[in-house]
Structure formats: structure tokens, C-alpha cells
Nanobody, 122 residues
Framework: VQLQASGGGLVQPGGSLRLSCTAS????????IGWFRQAPGKEREGVSC????????YYVNSVKGRFTITRDKDKNTVYLQMNSLKPEDTAVYYC????????????????WGQGTQVTVSS
């Protein structure tokens, strides 16, 4: 069982990035997939999540209207499209898996990807 997060990079304020969370060893479709981020000196924060049963999506208030989480069943991948990026979005972004329903708590997730760095700076 493995989750691979990718797609991070350096982008200017107002720019966009698309993060990918690709699964191997299991089918992503049956699980809730959450995106979390952790900035230096700060706690890990839930950013967005998509349920495994009804595909309901959730977003932290600070990214609503800017970030979009989606699934691609054929590619066994969950994406996080990030638009209108701000310097405060700078962090290492992680994807994680738990059964069916999303949770805002990182401790509720049992498998984690390795993280991908997102830096928003001019």
C-alpha cells in the first residue's frame, strides 16, 4: 500500500499548481482521501478531503473557492487543483487515506504519502 504525492513546486502569488495523489497496491475509490499541509513551525492542517462513498468534498475555509479536489478512477489518482495561490499556502502538502468518510483530524488517517513542497513566493 503506497500513496505518492507529487506536483509541488515554486509559483508566484496568484499562480496555480495541481497536486496529484496516486495510489498503488489498492483502489483509491473506496477510501476517503485527504490533503493536509504543514508549514515550518506550525501544526499539520487539513486542507481538503473527498469521501470514498459519495464523493462529497470538504475544504478548510482559507482555501474555499480557490482549491478543488477531484478523483480520476481510471488513473487511481486524486488531484488538488490550487488556484490564486498565496504566500500563506506555502507548506509541505501530504495526502492520506482513511476508510470511506473524511475526517478533519490527521490522526484519523492511516496511510500517508511522502509530501510535496509548495512554495508561493515572488
Amino acid at each position: 500500500v503506497q500513496l505518492q504525492a507529487s506536483g509541488g513546486g515554486l509559483v508566484q502569488p496568484g499562480g496555480s499548481l495541481r497536486l496529484s495523489c496516486t495510489a498503488s497496491g489498492f483502489t483509491l475509490d473506496y477510501y476517503a482521501i485527504g490533503w493536509f499541509r504543514q508549514a515550518p513551525g506550525k501544526e499539520r492542517e487539513g486542507v481538503s478531503c473527498i469521501n470514498g462513498n459519495d464523493y462529497t468534498t470538504y475544504y478548510v475555509n482559507s482555501v474555499k473557492g480557490r482549491f478543488t479536489i477531484t478523483r480520476d478512477k481510471d488513473k487511481n489518482t486524486v488531484y488538488l487543483q490550487m488556484n490564486s495561490l498565496k504566500p500563506e499556502d506555502t507548506a509541505v502538502y501530504y495526502c492520506a487515506r482513511r476508510s470511506y468518510m473524511c475526517s478533519a483530524y490527521a490522526t484519523a488517517y492511516h496511510y500517508w504519502g511522502q509530501g510535496t513542497q509548495v512554495t508561493v513566493s515572488s
